[in-house]
Every structure is written in C-alpha cells, then in structure tokens.
C-alpha cells in the first residue's frame, strides 16, 4: 500500500569481551534510519484491553510507530484496500505517511507505542470523520 512500509532499524547486541549478551539496543537518526526530520516523540501506555485508538488520517503528517514492548495490531487503509500489520519487535517500524487511516488495537498488557512524527502537534493536520478521508482520497 503507497504511504505505508515497515522499516528494518538497526538492531545492534554487541556482546561483552567474555561473550555474554547485553541486550538489544536500536538507534534511531532522522532522515537515516526514518525518512524525515523528527520532530515530535509520543508514546502509548497502558492502554486498557479492548480499547482502540487513532481512527483518523493525516494530511500532511508522516509518522514511525515502534511497538517497544509487548505487541499492539495497527489497521491501515488507504480507502480501497487494507492491511492488518502486528508489531512486536522494537527493532521494527511501521512507516504511515500522509491519508492513511489507522486503527491501533489489541494492546497486549504493558506494550508501549512509540511514535515518531514529521511536524508538531496539529489538530488541523487531522481528518478524524472517515467519510470525509474517503471524499478526500477518491476525488
Ligand atoms: P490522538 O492523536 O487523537 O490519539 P489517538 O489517535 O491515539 O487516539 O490524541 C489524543 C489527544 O492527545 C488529543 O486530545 C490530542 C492530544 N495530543 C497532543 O496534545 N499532542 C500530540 O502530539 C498528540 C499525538 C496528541
């Protein structure tokens, strides 16, 4: 689907000088690792069971989701066909760009959603009412 992708990040677990592990660790730099200039982070905790969120599109917004911990199913739509994506793997991101509709759902106990965005906080940017995403993405 055009504006949506999984990205591969970098998931680095050098070892220590006896051989013994030390965990994962991702690093994440704009327009390297995500393809724009960050400049906004938020993140989901504790989302009870049974809750969904989002149900919007963006304009212009580009964003990268990265389930940290536990796992959470994003529904993506362009308004013809869409995709149910899981995500588990921290070292894993959901790129969504711009007229996509999302739907997160299926929080497991404890995850956490990182989400990293192209602009700030714009309540203008949204289109929460999905007739009016799909007037907008058939005309
Ligand atoms: P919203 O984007 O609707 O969350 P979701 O799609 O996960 O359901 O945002 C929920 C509320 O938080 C809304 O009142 C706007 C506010 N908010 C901010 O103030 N700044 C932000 O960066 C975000 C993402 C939301």
Redesign the pocket.
Known sequence: MKNVRKLQLRDIVDPDNLGRPRGHLTPIEELTDVPFDIK?V?Y?TRVPENTS????SHKKLEQVLICLNGNIKIKVSDGKTEDVVVLSDPAEGLYIGPMIWRE?FDFSPGSVLL?L?SEH?D?SD?IRDYDEYLRCVQE
């Open positions: 906004r938020y989901l969120r989002g149900y919007h997160m989400v965005a906080y309540e949204y």
